[in-house]
């Protein structure tokens, strides 16, 4: 497989719940752990399961049990492309897991997850298999599908629906589309909706509407959202003076950049380093 599945159990390793260019799926089996993503704390607690993102994200393990016991499965990002099922519903599902990452599972859907995980570590152990790639993809693609069916039913158990309105298929792309350039880095120097809307041969207008009917937010809260969670990690892990990083991001100077911060961090940039 080539690095593209890991599987871990180890804690020392587990600790970071995280590699890079890949999507993390955990199950917590017993204790719990408190971390922090993006700056939100969250729990992890015995039963539930958690995906991280691909994106780089702010990750860090803040506190666990003695008991804490969790089964962590690494996939590359794009061996998830390739095993995602052709249902719009996986980009609803991917936004949803910017703002929590984890689902607390019931009793059956516990017993799924589970299930899912051995048969993934079982098949990976039968390398020898002809097809080995084909059925990890086809293993993959079972346990993103029973994601989907946790997250809608934890979503309509709080009175909503993640598969109402339904999202036509050119506009499931043109968000995918329109979330690879974030994700690549472009809002490190444009910030534009017309930008985006011209790289894509679509009107802003146009864009924003189909932002908003994919995710419910705004083009416009996409840009923001990866350039003040990007700032954020470079003011916490580098040691780049505050001109240096308006540079960085494009800023005509570094009052800009303070004020840029201010607003969408609520702080500035020498409060937010402490």
Known sequence: MDGEIIISDNQADVAKMQHGGYVTHALCSGGSCRFRMDEKAFTLAGGDCMIVPQQEVAFSVES?????????????????????????????????????PVMHLGDKQRQVCALNFDYLRRRLAIDTHNFHRDAMINAVQCMIIDFFDFHVELTRSLGGDLLEPQVSSQNSKLMQQFLAMLERGDFRQRREVGYYANALCVSAKYLSEVCKRVSGQSAIYWITRYTSLDIARQLRTTDLTVEQLADLYGFADANYFVRYVRKNLGTTPSSFRG
Do not use: C, K, M, W
Request: glycine share 8%; no cysteine; hydrophobic share 45%.
């Open 64 to 100: 666990a049990s003695a008991d804490f016991a969790v089964e962590v499965i690494y996939v590359r990002g794009d061996f998830v492309q390739v095993a995602t099922p052709p249902t719009n519903y996986g980009t609803r599902g991917h936004l949803a897991l910017f703002e929590n």
